[in-house]
Structure formats: C-alpha cells, structure tokens
C-alpha cells in the first residue's frame, strides 16, 4: 500500500475511540480479519507498531496517536469536502466562470445577478469583460462556462450559441441639441460623434448604418465603455448610438436627464447571444442560464 487509505485511517481511528478490534469491526460494519488487515497495512507502510495490543484493550502507540491525530483531521477534511462537492452536485453552491461586453454588463447582467442571489446566493459568479470573440475561445477551451456574445457568430465545434436578446439602437444625444424626431445616418453624421471602438461588433453595425446611408463620418473619440460614452454625451461632448436595453418587464435603463433619446431612421437592433459548451451543463450553471434566460427578450 503505497498511499494512506481514508478507509483505513477510519478504522485506526475506530480502535482508538471503541478500545477494541472488534467493536470497531462492529461500527464499521466490516468483518473482523479485514479490519485486522487494515492495521496491518497501515502498520507496514509506516514501519512500526501503531497499537498497542493487550489482553482487554487496544491503545495506540506514540507514533499511533500521532497518526491518529493527523487522521482525525484527514477524515473531516474529507467530510467537508464531500460535503461542498454535494452541495454543487444540487446546484446549492458552486463557481461560474462568464464572459461578455461592458455592454451587457453594465445593465442587462446585473439584473440577471440579482434574481440569481435572491434564489441561488451560494453560487459565485465571476464575470470577464471581453470581446465576443476572446468569449467564444476562452469557452472552447474550457476558461469561461457561459458567454454573452454578439449575433451572428461563425458556428464553433464542441459550443452552444442561441439568440438571448435583441435590442434596438438609439441615438444618444445632449439634450440642449435641436434633434429631429428620429434620427438619419446623414443628421447624425454632420454632428460630433462618440463611437464604440473599432474592434466591437457594435462599431461594425453603426458603421454599415451609416454607410447604408452614403455616409462615413469620423468619430472625435472612440471608446469600449459605454457608461463612459454616455458620459461625454451627457458633457455635451457629442452624440452616440448604444443599445436601448430594457428588462423582460419592459424597465428601461434610467436615463440622465441631460441626455435625450432618439429613434433610428432606418432602425437598427443589436441582437445577443447566449453561448456555452455543448451538452448538459453543471448545476451552478444552469441555475446561471436560467436567470439569463428570464431577460429575454427578442423583438421582431
């Protein structure tokens, strides 16, 4: 016997509260020869007598309570252990590891966050800003449990990616500027413009709305904050296209009154996905999804 048996140990530690082989071999519920064995083997690994054995009791040798001392703590580390792992098992508890956008982070996760702590709050959420892309790698190699990414995406071998929401993009603009009812990419480009950072699947839809209007407007300043985007607009910095996100109850983002919103001409969505490895997910994970899917919301 190479390595120290839980089992074993568990029979030392029955001989040294109960006094006896036999008594043990009772409480253990196994037959006495095999724990005689135990011992045995115990005692050959460590090289020297663990009990001391006479005529009406059994107690344990210097080394024997040492070891015994070590094993008590070995066998409730176990315990506890056994114990966290069933816990994870029922979805109790449990760590889940998400990736997505300061987009969908900065409103639309949070609510999700809040339903899963009023029903789940053993379970620990740990959240990765990171472009759709890095999502989608870190979750194929197995970095990330669940991703929220921007549509469409290039189908990746071994990941599940479905349609969650699909928001409509709006103008965000200084609420001292004389704005038209709806806002055209022609308007919209002749103004001081904060953008998305070139990199984001945001920047690539804002820009095909603007080219579908013959227009190539170069943003003052570009960013991968929406908060901060807002920010600036609220400065009277200039204008932007976000997402207008609302809650499956139709709650929309609180607004600060020095910035006014407009609709677009022609409208524009921004349509998110939920991706995560294919198969049956973990039970932490799922209780994750599930509060995802709560927000959904697809608009036609």
């Keep these: 016997m190479r390595e120290l048996s839980l089992d074993r140990l568990r029979t030392l530690v029955a001989i040294a509260d109960l006094g006896s082989f036999a008594a043990a071999a009772r409480a253990l519920h196994l037959a006495p020869p095999t724990v005689s064995l135990h011992i045995s083997e115990l005692e050959e690994r460590i090289g020297a007598p663990l009990l001391l054995r006479q005529r009406s009791q059994v107690r344990p040798s210097g080394i024997g309570e040492t070891l015994i001392a070590r094993a008590r703590q070995l066998l409730a580390d176990a315990e506890q252990a056994l114990e966290e792992v069933g816990r994870q098992v029922q979805g109790l508890e449990g760590r889940v590891r998400l990736g997505a956008s300061t987009g969908a982070i900065a409103y639309l996760l949070p609510q999700a966050l809040a339903r899963l702590g009023a029903s789940h709050p053993g379970i620990d959420v740990q959240v990765m800003v990171l472009t759709s892309q890095e999502t989608l790698s870190r979750l194929a190699a197995g970095a990330l449990d669940i991703g929220l990414v921007a549509l469409p995406q290039t189908p990746v071998g071994g990941l599940s990616v479905k349609p969650w929401r699909r928001d409509p993009v709006v103008a965000f603009l200084p609420a001292a500027w004389q704005a038209p009812r709806t806002v055209t990419p022609a308007w919209l480009a002749a ?8 990199e984001t699947r945001l920047s690539r839809l804002t820009t095909e709305w603007f080219a579908g209007g013959g227009q190539h407007p170069a943003p003052r300043i570009q960013l991968n904050f929406n908060d901060a985007i807002k ?13 207008h996100e609302a809650s499956a109850q139709g709650q929309a983002v609180p607004l600060d009154p020095r910035i006014a919103m407009r609709p677009l001409r022609p409208a524009l969505w921004r349509p998110l996905g939920i991706a995560h490895r294919a198969g049956r997910p973990e039970p932490a994970t799922q209780h994750v999804l599930d509060a995802l899917w709560e927000l959904k919301q697809l608009k036609p």
Excluded: D, E
């Design 231 to 243: 920010s600036l607009v609220a400065a009277g910095y200039g204008a932007t296209l976000l997402p």
């Design 191 to 198: 103004q001081p413009l904060i953008l998305n950072a070139p």
